[in-house]
């Protein structure tokens, strides 16, 4: 495929938000700040499996729907992911007036 983006760009910059993502999770206290870094995270992925799905062709030149597929679920995945995790934080906010990833332990009572 002459002209097109190298395969290892792709990868290069999927590994680079990846990274970003593992950072923010580990060094981040804020909540709102860590569900961003997870969906980083997981953009990462998806651009990884779009990656692989785009030059791995089929027969006849045709795309293989694998790695859109993996990408769906994914999207799906986060979706499921951030309404979940923003009940609890909405949880959380209403009875401390703040958010912080150590008050998760609040919610036992």
Request: charged share 15%; with cysteine; net charge neutral.
């Amino acid at each position: 495929m002459e002209g097109s983006v190298p395969l290892e760009w792709y990868l290069i910059l999927s590994a680079a938000i990846f990274a970003i993502g593992g950072v923010g999770v580990l060094l981040r206290r804020n909540a709102i700040i860590l569900f961003m870094c997870i969906e980083l995270m997981l953009n990462a992925v998806n651009l990884t499996f779009l990656a692989f799905s785009r030059y791995r062709t089929g027969a006849l030149g045709a795309l293989d729907l694998d790695g859109h597929v993996m990408s769906f679920f994914v999207i799906a995945l986060a979706a499921a992911e951030a309404a979940v995790g923003l009940a609890i934080i909405l949880s959380i906010f209403r009875h401390r007036r703040h958010i912080n990833v150590d008050d998760g332990n609040l919610l036992k009572n």
